[in-house]
Nanobody, 121 residues
């Protein structure tokens, strides 16, 4: 089974920066797309940014120009650099990855446990 472990969340003042990391571990798998989603209190989970295996990216309108998603395929790791943070960026950020498990012969779609990001005004 593939596991996703996030790190890098925390408390930051508005205008500050944070960098999130998500590493996928396991054996005999390949990852297609990876992404970051967030869930604010009382709201539904929403896409923040996503990156394909080839490096194509898409972002939520609210974070364009402020956040950058990148990945290191050799390390099966995706990053989210968040700059100019705003209080409305507060939420639990979850990593997502889809791919193929060669042991089971099936595709997968996994989520990480989430990391809290809190932006104070």
């Amino acid at each position: 089974q593939v596991q996703l472990v996030e790190s890098g969340g925390g408390l930051v003042q508005a205008g500050g920066s944070l960098r999130l990391s998500c590493a996928a571990s396991g054996t005999f798998f390949s990852i297609n797309a990876m992404g970051w989603y967030r869930q604010a209190p009382g709201k539904e989970r929403e896409l923040v940014a996503r990156i394909s295996a080839s490096g194509s990216t898409n972002y939520a309108e609210s974070v364009k120009g402020r956040f950058t998603i990148s990945r290191d395929n050799a390390k099966n790791t995706v990053y989210l650099q968040m700059n100019s943070l705003k209080p409305e960026d507060t939420g639990v950020y979850h990593c997502n990855a889809d791919g193929f498990d060669y042991r089971t012969g099936r595709t997968f779609d996994y989520w990480g446990q989430g990391t809290q990001v809190t932006v104070s005004s």
